[in-house]
């Protein structure tokens, strides 16, 4: 776990990076040890890079709040769908001329969770949206739904992949890019569908991304 942060930080310069995403499990099995370790190791990025987090479901909810409330984050989070909690969030950013909107949602996030978010997109567009979530795609690059692998309606959420798609992420333009977690695989999968508008939303499972300019 820390050796994922030495890497982040000690090529901050060197590869440019202006955003750090977490896509969720950030423990194993929300042991105390591993929460511990996360705080120590995801804080050393204060200050230094901007980075959002993302509850997966190996993460306890209450565990979560505990360790990572929104106070740790009121400098930094522009909105929060439940003031108790980061797991639904969003924070505003620019990367040399282009603006960002970047939307975090909870594992499963639920339709009250999804109507949220599309209220804040619809107040921003002008800035290209970034949402993070766990679990959206299947280990095949496919949306993820209730017929493949652990979707995230029957292990402790309420929307998959695809219900998020159909309710929110089809429905905006300015959505570019979707990140997720969650299904295991040795490469980065990449999914690339039509909105409603004709817009092309590009989806990426993968362990860690990173942001550069």
């Not at 639904?88 to 009250?112: P, W």
């Not at 209730?146 to 979707?151: L, S």
Request: charged share 20%; hydrophobic share 40%; with cysteine.
């Amino acid at each position: 776990f820390p050796a994922i942060y030495d890497y982040i930080l000690s090529g901050l310069e060197a590869k440019n990076t202006q955003w750090v995403f977490g896509l969720g499990d950030i423990t194993d099995a929300s042991l105390r040890r591993e929460w511990d370790l996360a705080y120590e190791n995801i804080h050393r990025m204060d200050g230094k890079v901007g980075y959002s987090l993302v509850r997966g479901n190996h993460d306890s909810i209450s565990s979560m709040n505990g360790v990572f409330p929104p106070s740790d984050f009121a400098d930094v989070i522009d909105g929060l769908f439940d003031p108790k909690s980061v797991f639904t969030s969003y924070q505003l950013f620019e990367v040399g001329t282009i603006k960002y909107l970047m939307m975090t949602l909870d594992y499963g996030a639920s339709d009250e969770a999804l109507a949220w978010a599309a209220d804040v997109i619809e107040q921003y567009p002008d800035r290209n949206v970034i949402i993070t979530t766990h679990g959206y795609l299947h280990s095949d690059g496919t949306l993820l739904d209730d017929t493949k692998g652990t979707p995230p309606a029957t292990t402790g959420g309420y929307n998959n992949g695809d219900d998020m798609w159909e309710k929110l992420i089809s429905q905006y333009e300015n959505i570019a890019l979707v990140l997720c977690g969650h299904m295991h695989n040795d490469r980065i999968m990449i999914n690339q569908s039509e909105g409603i508008h004709g817009n092309t939303v590009t989806s990426l499972l993968i362990q860690n991304a990173v942001l550069r300019a």
